[in-house]
């Protein structure tokens, strides 16, 4: 009994990491994974586009996909070529914020204590520099559209972050390249079915976008953002 209570936290941590690549193997080999494709899901959203459940599914749909690390961007395109910017927006939001915290949630409960006993004192130091500042640097790093969004979910919940700080650093860090996103997506739908020049000034104002939050990165560091360096002996 003793030896299987100290197995439990590695137990857990390959418990996380079967679920992950569950859902991985699941979606690449079943009739599933003929959904997760831009045109899979606008096709199963504009079969429900008639139905009041339409928002809740897809919200339903990105959470959950989030949750179990699954590709977000393009459910990020879809919702804002289905259901316009403005709707798109705050579905995509919604999704990505509830799937985000899920993800962190389940790394915490199965692979934190797992991660802890493989790497011993050597994730004192992290777990310092999270819990002391971990609000700004996942702030920074999620301002970043290069960072892996699914990473930072599952990647913080293994250190001692706190929640709070983790719920609202990815609600503020995600807001600029869901807008850029969900924008870029609906002026593509509304220029492969409009004309003229509300159409063609979308499309510039959308690429425009694009090409701006692709240069976060560059504009941090030419405005001096580091990632702290210094450490307390806070904990959460």
């Not at 913080?156 to 870029?184: E, H, K, N, Q």
């Amino acid at each position: 009994m003793a030896d299987l209570k100290r197995a439990g936290p590695i137990l857990k941590l390959l418990a996380l990491v079967a679920i992950l690549a569950g859902a991985w193997v699941i979606v690449r080999t079943t009739a599933l994974g003929e959904y997760v494709t831009r045109d899979g899901m606008m096709a199963a959203l504009e079969a429900l586009r008639s139905s009041a459940w339409a928002p809740v599914v897809f919200v339903a749909v990105y959470a959950v996909a989030t949750a179990l690390a699954l590709p977000g961007s393009l459910l990020t395109i879809v919702g804002g070529a289905v259901f316009g910017f403005w709707w798109g927006f705050l579905l995509n939001s919604l999704g990505a914020n509830i799937g985000a915290n899920a993800a962190f949630r389940l790394s915490r409960a199965l692979g934190r204590e797992g991660v802890e006993r493989i790497v011993g004192g050597r994730l004192k130091g992290l777990d310092n520099a999270t819990a002391e500042h971990g609000f700004l640097g996942l702030l920074i790093l999620r301002l970043i559209p290069l960072v892996p969004f699914n990473a930072l979910n599952f990647g913080s919940g293994l250190t001692a972050m706190r929640w709070r700080d983790y719920t609202l650093a990815t609600l503020i860090g995600i807001l600029p390249g869901t807008v850029v996103y969900t924008f870029f997506a609906d002026a593509l739908a509304q220029g492969s079915t409009g004309a003229g020049e509300a159409a063609r000034t979308r499309l510039w104002i959308a690429g425009a976008l694009f090409i701006a939050l692709t240069l976060i990165p560059l504009i941090a560091r030419r405005l001096g953002f580091r990632l702290p360096s210094r450490s307390s002996g806070e904990t959460a």
